[in-house]
């Protein structure tokens, strides 16, 4: 009997192990299958300041990452910048080049604009398919000094909010609990406070005060039928508020660390769910870094995780009960250990205006004395309007970017490292945590139709095509997208089952006017609606409310004069843009077989004697007064059956005979494509492409249903001004330098040797200055570096 009943026991423990073992199995292959299918982007922008003035620049520099490693991300082409308003409008916007998981550009602020916070925010076409939150968002302050006038710094509102966040998510009676919370005025900063939990009685239960940026802790063990309230005090006023409510029957979670550099899990339950299992489930960044399953006994479960098994920056804990629900989730923060360190050296610490300054540059890593690295560096004037950036790539990688909302003084956390930093950071994480997917989503998971793809070659346009009449959604009819002019663009596809088309470009730069055709003319009964590149979901994030202090007047008024004398002086400068690459040149069909310049040619009356005489891989025939083109197959020797692809400045022409009918004058080149090509969803025999001098002629034979419509193409890079001043005669040029920006250098390489060098002049303002560089490594380490240093005196 006691051998079969010891055979029966282990017999059961061992399939309840199995059954265990494989519901842990089946969350980390979930977990993996969601992941491998939904690649996260994340990109940081560095900014030259973060105050501006109507009529300033903002230069920025654009990191695009991998969410899990951090490592440079070679998948998207084209990124989204924008400047977000308080009312959550976008009032500027551009598209920038991304080459390797890096792209610069730069916004000037118009006249137009009013004073206030904004959001400067940044994405991709494929972060468009997450949710907003996914989204770069940075708070900038704009200035207009000829609309308005500066305040006497007063807040707009005395108004507060507190909020309450149970560690783990909720509150269960009869269960202690770590409850946090944040209180925060009216522009969204917290405030300090004190106060009281008091029961619907009015029994004080428990004392609570704010421990840094509004942010603080309590204990409270709620019981059944009972009304929570806090009662808040601050400097000025005094406020209630009930606590949220709590359930008979749950879960709550517990995280504290151990001296012995463990994390301990407290799961605490209900009667009910007694003997039940728990699973705790950990990932960094989408990376499991560990998976245990527990039994409720004497009402807890108690995990122990070592801190060394996780990543760095912010890991999720997560317990699921024994039917795979999850029902607690908390946040835990470990400072990272690997740390690219920037070094930057001035030649002085004391310059005079118009003097030369000279930095030297050097990176490191922990396992390496020096290290090749991707910086960003810039140097600006430190006043009361411009103080020292609050964050920078290594606090938003490592915390901010996996936190909701904007966080208050980002750099505090990671500047910091003693026991009430550790403490804030825990604070920050129970009031401002959340995560990145549903878990629903995970459990439900089919292979996903993504709605926004990478923009992996260039910019992509997207549309639906319609049937005029009815309205209906048209399947399978082909259109061309053209850019005209003399470096043209263009792109051919067909629409889906639901109407939808994707033309993709290698480059589209300014804004362009775009022709949209069907690609046979006999659809011309179809309509093509462009959609909004642009996104149009916004995060919970709102720019805090705006107050000028009257301290502020002198120098702003300093910082308008010289805005506006810059501007005057220097406007062409200012505003000049880099020469394009010669990649951007080359057309869509890559280099012609056959490139025929007329003026090396005698020059003929008409196009019929041009064609025939000089352009010797294409046939012309004549029938039914009409004029047909053939282009001879390079490979065979032969002419094609089929007629070409004839274009004229990159726009379709339809009937040769408008290419006949031109004056030959007016036509520079002609290239000829001498094969079969692939463009989009359409195959063509061969290429016939002829371009003018001026790039326009192909407007004049535009098709009468062409639809035409403006597109916002990417930015062309801008050069930053910097004036040298190397001789005396330059140095003592009467041309005032009001920059308080000296240097924006968005590519500033070290070498294998980790070493770099700049050099750049200061204006005639006198002042502090900082010097602040950003960047990352091949191996996705990211570094910050601020310095100082002095002009003295006055031109």
């Known amino acids: 009997m006691k051998r079969c009943f010891g055979l029966t026991f282990f017999l059961l423990s061992s399939r309840l192990l199995i059954a265990q073992d494989q519901l842990a199995d089946n969350l980390k292959q979930q977990f993996y299958n969601y992941q491998s299918n939904a690649l996260q982007e994340k990109l940081f922008v560095h900014t030259d300041k973060t105050f501006y003035l109507a009529g300033e620049t903002i230069w920025f520099k654009i990191y695009a990452v991998d969410e899990s490693f951090h490592k440079p991300l070679d998948l998207s082409r084209v990124a989204y910048v924008e400047i977000i308003s308080r009312e959550t409008k976008p009032v500027l916007h551009t598209k920038i080049s991304m ?52 305040s006497d710094g007063q807040p707009l509102t005395s108004m507060a909010t507190i909020q309450f966040f149970p560690e783990g998510g909720n509150l269960v009676d009869g269960l202690p609990s770590k409850i946090a919370f944040k209180v925060t005025g009216e522009s969204g900063s917290g405030l300090d406070c004190e106060g009281a939990i008091i029961n619907q009685k009015k029994d004080t239960i428990t004392r609570f005060h704010s421990f840094h940026n509004g942010m603080g802790t309590f204990q409270l063990e709620p019981q059944k039928n009972n009304t929570y309230y806090a009662v808040v005090k601050l400097e000025d006023s005094t406020f209630m508020q009930k606590l949220p409510g709590s359930y008979d029957q749950g879960f709550t979670l517990g995280l504290s660390q151990t001296e012995t550099e463990k994390i301990k899990v407290t799961v605490q339950a209900t009667t009910v769910f007694l003997n039940t299992d728990v699973y705790l489930f950990v990932h960094t960044r989408h990376l499991i870094k560990n998976v245990q399953v527990n039994q409720i006994r004497n009402g807890e479960a108690v995990f122990y995780v070592d801190k060394s098994v996780l990543g760095d920056g912010i890991s999720t804990f997560t317990i699921f009960n024994a039917s795979r629900q999850p029902v607690c989730e908390r946040l835990f923060y470990k400072r990272p250990k690997e740390h690219m360190l920037i070094r930057s050296k001035t030649d002085k610490l004391v310059y005079e205006p118009r003097k030369e300054v000279v930095v030297d540059i050097s990176t490191s890593d922990e396992l390496h004395p020096s290290c090749p690295a991707n910086l960003s560096m810039s140097v600006f004037m430190l006043d009361s309007l411009q103080s020292l950036p609050k964050e920078n790539i290594v606090s938003y990688l490592f915390l901010t970017s996996d936190l909701r909302g904007t966080v208050e003084s980002p750099d505090y956390y990671i500047a910091h490292t003693d026991v009430e930093s550790d403490q804030a950071i825990d604070n920050l994480l129970l009031t401002q945590g959340w995560r990145r997917f549903k878990w629903d989503d995970l459990f439900k998971y089919r292979h996903p139709d993504f709605e926004f793809l990478p923009e992996i070659e260039g910019p992509v346009v997207n549309g639906r095509v319609e049937d005029k009449n009815t309205g209906a959604a048209a399947k399978g009819i082909p259109f061309y997208l053209s850019v005209p002019g003399t470096h043209f663009g263009f792109s051919s596809a067909t629409s889906k089952a639901d109407g939808t088309i994707r033309f993709t470009f290698q480059n589209i730069y300014k804004t362009n006017i775009i022709v949209l055709q069907a690609a046979n003319q006999k659809d011309s009964n179809y309509r093509l609606d462009i959609s909004n590149a642009y996104a149009d979901k916004f995060s919970t994030t709102v720019a805090g409310a705006s107050a000028i202090p009257k301290k502020w007047e002198s120098d702003l008024l300093k910082r308008s004069i010289s805005t506006q004398v810059e501007n005057t002086y220097n406007f062409g400068i200012r505003h000049s843009y880099l020469p394009g690459s010669v990649s951007d040149s080359i057309p869509f069909y890559g280099r012609p077989d056959r490139l025929y310049h007329l003026e090396d040619y005698t020059r003929f009356v008409t196009m019929e004697e041009v064609m025939r005489e000089f352009v010797e891989d294409v046939r012309i ?25 004839i274009l004229l400045d990159g726009l379709p022409v339809f009937d040769a005979s408008k290419i006949i009918a031109l004056d030959p004058l007016k036509i520079n080149n002609i290239e000829v494509v001498s094969r079969r090509f692939f463009t989009g969803s359409s195959i063509v025999d061969g ?28 930015q062309q890079e801008r050069e930053f001004y910097s004036p040298a001043y190397i001789n005396k005669d330059q140095e003592n040029s009467p041309i005032p330098d009001f920059r308080n920006v000296l240097l924006w250098s968005p590519y500033v390489m070290t070498d294998k040797n980790g070493k770099s060098r700049l050099s750049f002049f200061t204006s005639d303002l006198a002042g502090k200055f900082a010097v602040v560089i950003e960047g990352i490594s091949p191996d996705g380490i990211p570094g910050v570096s601020v310095s100082t240093f002095e002009v003295r005196g006055s031109k």
Not at 116 to 142: C, H, V
Not at 622 to 645: A, C, H, M, Q, S
């Open 99 to 150: 080459k390797a998981g890096y792209g610069n550009g730069s916004i000037t602020i118009p006249g137009s604009l009013s004073t206030g916070n904004y959001l400067l925010r940044a994405y991709t076409s494929w972060m468009k398919n997450f949710p907003a939150d996914y989204f770069y968002e940075q708070p900038i302050s704009i200035v207009n000094t000829l609309k308005g006038k500066a």
């Open 621 to 645: 025939r004549k029938e039914d007064d009409k004029f047909r083109f053939r282009v001879r197959n390079l490979l065979f020797n032969i002419y094609f059956e089929d007629g070409p692809l």
């Open 687 to 714: 290429i016939v492409s002829v371009k003018s001098y001026s790039g326009e002629l192909g407007a004049t034979q535009l098709d009468p249903n062409a639809i035409l419509f403006e597109y916002d193409g990417l």
